[in-house]
């Protein structure tokens, strides 16, 4: 199965490689990084640059595709028709159609989200919403076609629920020792409804300064 | 601090990205991805590339150095003489020398860990204890310069508890919300401890047949 990784200015590293790296372990898939020119596509910190291999043009039946989330690069994309047609007349065939964090207000804005359940980053559930579609809290949010999962660092656990799916618990259990993954969070801030206030308001601070202006900040907040 | 990513041929894509999209969240680090030659380094599924910004010539003072592990680019890099001097020259200056999966196999090779305390990918144990390091089975093994961390998804993990280390508790907090690090592994398969020799097997043999040509395979076992 070809599953094609979308490539975008500013997407965020991890959102692309955490579930590039567990379904590269899955023996039936075949991934492809593609964007609108093959290349160097610039991350949201420039420092991490990924290669295209492949245009979009040249990539039109994936039976995987995976949007990457990203700080701010998501707002061109939603302006760019060719990437939301790519989206709309890929999902037409793909057998399954997967985000990682902001990559679902991708999925959104070429409306292939509206009215239905699905989750992103926690700083982006308001924009998922007025983008048409209902937000769910859960980790990875599966609709059976499209799938889509929190921010960031879940890409990995929604990648593994996807080989479960495509290949079954054998061969996702394989893929889990493979990549060691037993993760040992050092502290119980991983999700929004368990952390303080205050962390939320720093956090919230920090991506906004970091480049996600969209991101409303206390600071901000005193002149809305 | 600048933070080098040290890129060569076959490396382990998340080896790389995990650390560094935590390292990249944290406000005082400065990633840099560096190579023998600056330019597109393929990672050991060729479909995935990551871009060397610099060559190890011009970035001999990284602060932070992290060495990702691969299936079998280890093994070129060991008998490579520029990049082991490199690891050996910055090292002398670094306050952290960190390495993810069979990346400590190269600081090892580099004699960096000479009778120290040491961990690496599960199945490569052997080789590391043949290198002459002390093999650890704990996640993240920090001496204090040097940190060493599992098999490829726990560069996440290291990479939290050397933020920590470098800019705090709360820092850290954030940094884990900001990526939403709030882990769902599916099954209990992440540390060979806990998986059945059967699948510990099936593990071995994949790895193999995905260019690991230094892990035995049962297959391999009988002509031992």
């Not at 610039?42 to 995976?66: F, G, K, Y």
């Not at 991708?106 to 926690?122: E, S």
């Not at 990648?159 to 993760?183: K, T």
């Not at 956090?203 to 005193?222: E, F, K, M, Q």
Request: charge should be negative; include cysteine; glycine fraction near 8%.
């Amino acid at each position: 199965m070809q599953a094609a990784f979308l490539l975008y200015p500013g997407f965020t590293a991890l959102d692309a490689i955490g579930p590039f790296q567990v379904l590269a372990s899955a023996p039936g898939v075949d991934p492809v990084f593609v964007a609108k020119q093959p290349g160097p596509i610039a991350s949201d910190t420039p420092a991490c640059s990924l290669m295209a291999q492949r245009s979009l043009v040249e990539t039109q039946r994936p039976e995987i595709v995976v949007v990457p989330g990203s700080l701010s690069g998501f707002q061109g994309v939603m302006e760019d028709t060719e990437t939301l047609d790519w989206l709309r007349a890929t999902s037409a065939h793909a057998t399954y159609v997967t985000s990682v964090c902001t990559g679902s207000l991708l999925l959104a804005a070429a409306g292939l989200l509206d009215g239905r359940a699905a989750t992103t980053h926690w700083a982006a559930r308001e924009l998922l919403v007025e983008l048409g579609a209902t937000v769910a809290t859960e980790r990875v949010v599966d609709l059976g076609q499209i799938i889509t999962s929190t921010g960031v660092s879940s890409g990995i656990d929604m990648a593994l629920h996807l080989v479960r799916r495509i290949e079954g618990d054998d061969v996702a259990r394989a893929v889990q020792l493979g990549i060691e993954y037993d993760p040992q969070p050092l502290f119980d801030t991983g999700a929004i409804e368990r952390c303080p206030p205050a962390l939320v308001a720093t956090v919230r601070t920090a991506l906004h300064d970091r480049g996600a202006r969209w991101i409303s900040t206390p600071a901000s907040n005193n002149y809305q």
